[in-house]
């Protein structure tokens, strides 16, 4: 599904199971027994509408911290780049991303990451986790 238009996948990679977290897996399976929809629209019986979610959600709160936001598919690329900085082989990401061909995974989603930035990116799992615990000490 993309802006709310269901469709197919490009091909074979794209079909199955999509790994994830258990932690994500949990709150999505919560999701879908209550809506219908992994991820529900605002709307009853829609499905979350991806570009209203960057606009009204991630572009806000990225902001409110000086980072920019730069699309989809720099999060797939940023996905990419972090598992294979965690030490993931290349035919693995190739799979979470379900590319058909992993020259693709290679060529145009794995990148090369400065120290500086992969220290940046812990400072900000950091924030959430502290905030994570700010809100769980709230409840």
């Known amino acids: 599904m993309w802006r709310s238009v269901v469709g197919k996948p490009k091909g074979k990679a794209g079909k ?7 932690r994500l897996r949990h709150l999505l399976n ?3 027994k209550a809506s ?13 509408n ?6 009204d959600v991630i572009r806000p709160t990225l902001s409110a911290h000086g980072i920019t936001w730069h ?17 993931v082989d ?11 061909d992993v020259s693709v995974t ?3 989603y794995i990148k090369t990451v400065p120290t500086a930035s992969v220290d940046a990116m812990n400072a ?5 986790k502290t905030r994570e615990k700010a809100m769980a000490a709230q409840a």
């Open 106 to 108: 290679r060529r145009a």
């Open 50 to 55: 991806l570009d209203e979610l960057a606009m």
């Open 90 to 100: 290349d035919l693995t990401i190739q799979a979470i991303l379900r590319h058909s």
């Open 124 to 128: 900000l799992e950091n924030v959430f």
């Open 71 to 87: 699309g989809w598919h720099a999060f797939r690329r940023g996905l990419a780049t972090n598992l294979k900085q965690l030490g």
């Open 36 to 48: 219908g929809y992994i991820l529900p629209g605002r709307k009853p019986d829609t499905a979350l």
């Open 16 to 22: 199955g199971l999509i790994p994830v977290v258990p």
């Open 30 to 32: 919560q999701q879908k």
